[in-house]
């Protein structure tokens, strides 16, 4: 066994410590943000499956009305729910929440909305502060880390609604829809 002194293996904990926790920082910001481009991914796709969903449904019920009078229910739930559904795809997409607070996280200096808020200069003054200072470097993180899984959280719940109104309408409209066509056309 090589006798390794105490000062050198205190020396070197800290250290794997520090890489640790910047690699779970690391970690986790890049996760976020990855988790909040699939959201952007599948509100899109909502959108665009219930726009072509809309389109067809305005098209048929005029076409169908003549022929088929009650088809107009199958028709106003699809509508509906797409309309629905359409907005709180919008919602999950815009860039700013109404009801999120994010006053805390924009006054960290790494927030995309310092920024703009700052001259060149002063930005450049306060994220050297900011680079200099572990603590002040590892609360700006944490918070833009906050940040993120706060809009996360509010993205997810909002296409939760979203796939849930859409889901459901999608059913209610074939079933009456069919019921229409088995009960209401004899």
Same mark, same amino acid.
């Given at each position: 066994?090589?006798?390794?002194?105490?000062?050198?293996?205190e020396k070197?904990?800290?250290?794997?410590?520090?890489?640790?926790t910047?690699?779970?920082?690391?970690?986790?910001s890049t996760?976020y943000i990855?988790?909040?481009?699939d959201?952007d991914? %599948?509100a899109?796709?909502?959108?665009?499956?219930?726009?072509?969903?809309?389109?067809?449904?305005?098209?048929?019920?005029t076409k169908t009305?003549?022929?088929?009078?009650?088809?107009?229910? =199958?028709?106003?739930?699809?509508?509906l729910?797409?309309?629905?559904t359409?907005?709180?795809?919008?919602?999950?997409? %815009?860039?700013?929440?109404?009801?999120h607070k994010?006053?805390?996280?924009?006054?960290?200096?790494?927030?995309?909305k310092?920024? =703009?808020?700052?001259?060149?200069?002063?930005?450049?003054a306060e994220? %050297?502060?900011v680079?200099?200072?572990?603590?002040?470097?590892?609360?700006?993180v944490i918070k833009?880390?906050?940040?993120?899984g706060?809009?996360?959280?509010?993205?997810?719940r909002?296409? %939760?609604a979203?796939?849930?109104?859409?889901?459901?309408?999608?059913?209610?409209?074939?079933?009456?829809?069919?019921a229409i066509?088995?009960?209401a056309?004899?």
């Amino acid at each position: 066994m090589t006798n390794i002194p105490q000062r050198l293996i205190e020396k070197e904990k800290p250290a794997k410590e520090k890489i640790r926790t910047d690699a779970l920082l690391r970690e986790t910001s890049t996760n976020y943000i990855r988790l909040i481009g699939d959201a952007d991914r %599948k509100a899109r796709i909502m959108l665009v499956v219930n726009s072509i969903f809309l389109t067809i449904s305005v098209a048929a019920l005029t076409k169908t009305i003549n022929v088929m009078p009650n088809v107009w229910i =199958s028709a106003a739930i699809l509508m509906l729910s797409n309309v629905l559904t359409l907005f709180f795809s919008v919602q999950s997409v %815009k860039p700013e929440f109404r009801n999120h607070k994010s006053s805390e996280s924009e006054n960290s200096i790494i927030h995309y909305k310092k920024c =703009s808020k700052l001259t060149l200069e002063q930005y450049k003054a306060e994220l %050297k502060e900011v680079m200099q200072d572990d603590i002040l470097k590892m609360d700006a993180v944490i918070k833009d880390i906050y940040f993120y899984g706060n809009m996360l959280a509010q993205k997810y719940r909002l296409l %939760k609604a979203a796939y849930h109104i859409f889901s459901w309408g999608i059913l209610l409209a074939v079933t009456s829809y069919l019921a229409i066509i088995l009960f209401a056309n004899k």
